[in-house]
């Protein structure tokens, strides 16, 4: 990054770095800053360990230039974030947060990741969702999981609706009867209240609990008595 003193519009003051992160801050005398990593520094022609770059003067073609490295650092933030697994838009707005780009920055970078079908929070969604048989948890269950990983409700319910009551209850089946033997000690009514609880933490139907319940231990759980349950 050449030194023009012509057009100068601004003073670059001070190269920040916070322990402990990867990232950097160019400090104006404006106020303004930049965050960048390592490599753009680099390209923009700075030695990160040395403190003699300032002060310098900034000018107006370099100001492009900073905006320019750090929306390509937050670009490169965010592939590396998607390389250790899929997240869904909102998981990736927490993540680049804690990099102190600015929000529309982050916007920007998130936009450039879903154009290239980076980001696809529907796609995700469907793609959790079919690991579900690996995952001890009900419909209800499923949709609580997805809105924690920040996929908005609707999208959630269209991939969840692809997990229908039979799939459901044969899974409430196998959970219960992999517990079963942690309850063998406790009376019926016991074991009953047991496992209906355990699989109503895990968002199951509660009449699919119910049901699947009785047919396990020959008992309603505690305080069900008076309720209708599903069929088998």
């Known amino acids: ?49 040395s403190a003699a770059d300032f ?14 490295a750090q929306q390509a650092t937050a670009r490169r933030r965010l592939v590396r974030l998607l390389a250790y697994r899929a997240r869904s838009r909102q998981e990736l707005r927490l993540l680049l947060g804690l990099w102190p780009f600015p ?18 929070d529907e796609a ?5 969702v079919a690991s579900a048989p690996r995952q001890p948890l009900g419909r209800a269950g499923w949709r609580e999981h997805l809105r924690q990983r920040g996929i908005e409700p609707e999208l ?13 209850r044969e899974h409430a089946r196998k959970l219960v009867a992999a517990r079963l033997r942690s309850v063998a000690h406790l009376a019926p009514a016991q074991q009953a209240a047991r496992l209906f609880g355990y699989l109503v933490r895990r968002g199951f139907d509660e009449e699919i609990a119910r049901s699947v ?7 309603l759980p505690e305080g069900q008595a008076g309720h209708e349950e599903a069929g088998p």
Request: charged fraction near 30%.
């Open 156 to 168: 959630a319910d269209r991939a969840v609706a692809e997990l229908d009551a039979s799939w459901e």
């Open 55 to 68: 002060p310098r003067p900034l000018t107006r073609p370099e100001v492009g230039l900073l905006e320019e």
């Open 103 to 120: 929000q529309p920055c982050v916007e920007q970078a998130l936009q450039w990741a879903a154009s290239l079908g980076y980001v696809d």
């Open 213 to 219: 319940v009785r047919e396990a231990v020959g008992e």
């Open 124 to 128: 995700l969604a469907r793609q959790l």
């Open 1 to 49: 990054m050449e030194n023009r003193p012509q057009d100068t519009v601004d003073t670059l003051t001070a190269l920040e770095r916070r322990r402990g992160r990867s990232w950097y801050r160019l400090v104006a005398a404006s106020g303004a800053s930049w965050v960048l990593d390592r490599e753009a520094l680099e390209q923009l022609g700075f030695v990160p360990e």
